[in-house]
């Protein structure tokens, strides 16, 4: 399948330290949450100057979401607690906005919602598919993620007139992608389990033990 990689994270190099570029990142990544969200909820929502902090500290953050796990993979720094604090810090991040943002009213709860479950799903999936293999981001998946960041950004700006308006367009498009990507990813995910080469040899093990499933048994397939 062309939208399936082997996972260059699942075993890395026990000799890769814990220490590096990537994971600095990350940490800082999740460092600045807490500074974004007294920003974003400054005075209410109502300290045009806090905002554009915000904005500014959301921007950054989403720089290193961009980098991290590129110069991870390209310089073989890949470790555990990056596959691991990589994806908290991300929906860390994603979900102090979004909560933020209906808190103070801008943006209706119901939306919140929906991309925070997407979200906390699409890993759930990760994790469980990870032994199998790595879903490639598809281009609906990474256009969703320009668009949400986007969206998120003229949330948290102040602004008014035309552009306050506009701004919703952009959240609608990043809302449809953020649901169509999701339910592709679910029957990506699905179909990984069932056909990659560890389902494979684990069905072959199931059939060779015979109906009875007499024999040692070999399916370790989760």
Do not use: C
């Not at 470790?79 to 808190?103: H, M, Q, R």
């Amino acid at each position: 399948m062309t939208d399936v990689a082997p996972d260059p994270a699942a075993t890395p190099p026990s000799s890769v330290k814990l220490v590096n570029l990537p994971n600095a990142l990350t940490v800082l990544r999740l460092a600045v949450v807490p500074i974004f969200a007294v920003l974003l909820l400054q005075d209410e929502g109502f300290d045009d100057a806090g905002r554009y902090w915000a904005t500014l500290v959301f921007a950054l953050a989403i720089i290193t979401d961009r980098y991290d796990g590129m110069i991870a993979r390209r310089t073989g720094q890949v470790t555990e607690f990056g596959k691991l604090a990589d994806p908290i810090a991300d929906k860390a991040l994603t979900g102090t906005a979004l909560i933020g943002l209906s808190v103070l009213e801008l943006l209706p709860w119901w939306v919140t919602v929906v991309i925070l479950v997407r979200e906390v799903g699409v890993t759930v999936l990760r994790f469980w598919v990870i032994r199998h293999g790595v879903i490639a981001a598809s281009r609906g998946g990474k256009l969703k993620t320009v668009l949400q960041a986007l969206a998120i950004g003229l949330y948290i700006l102040p602004l008014t007139g035309l552009l306050a308006s506009g701004r919703w367009w952009v959240m609608g498009a990043a809302l449809v992608l953020t649901v169509l990507t999701g339910l592709d990813y679910v029957y990506r995910a699905l179909t990984l389990r069932q056909t990659s080469a560890r389902a494979m040899k684990a069905a072959a093990a199931r059939r060779a033990a015979g109906p009875t499933g007499s024999g040692a048994r070999t399916d370790t397939a989760a």
